[in-house]
């Protein structure tokens, strides 16, 4: 697992800091898309709804990469590559309510819609490069 760089953990644990994430089609070409996460147990969660293009890209052991910019100074960030260690439904509804609280400050994530499935998933930092 990576060493997140001790002077930039507060990107990843105190700012509203958006993560874009970087995964792989199918046919591999990149796909990125700004995301919510948290940070916990050295694991960076993301969650998403299934059916999503980032959903059907993520699966365990899959790389992916983030860049998280300080939302302060746009000229600090930090980005990471990893793996999808786990994917996970049972916990994502709880996991991305706790991030609409972080990123809104709203205790249930405002654009659910009927019937549809969370899925949480924990990337496992290989590789971190930081700047500014």
């Known amino acids: 697992m990576a060493v997140i760089p001790e002077q930039y953990l507060d990107l990843l644990t105190q700012k509203k800091a958006f993560a874009h994430l970087a995964t792989i089609m199918p046919d591999g070409s ?35 990469a983030l ?36 990123y809104l400050g709203k205790d249930k994530y405002p654009w659910a819609q009927p019937g549809e499935a969370r899925v949480m998933y924990e990337i496992e930092p290989l590789h971190a490069n930081a700047m500014g």
């Open 30 to 64: 990149p796909q990125v898309t700004p995301v919510w996460f948290d940070y916990t147990g050295g694991m960076i969660r993301v969650n998403t709804a299934k059916g999503r293009v980032k959903a059907r890209n993520l699966r365990e052991g899959v790389p992916v």
């Open 67 to 102: 860049s998280i910019l300080d939302p302060d100074n746009p000229y600090r960030y930090i980005q990471i590559r990893g793996r999808v260690k786990r994917v996970l439904e049972e916990g994502a509804d709880q996991h991305i309510d706790s991030l609409a609280k972080k």
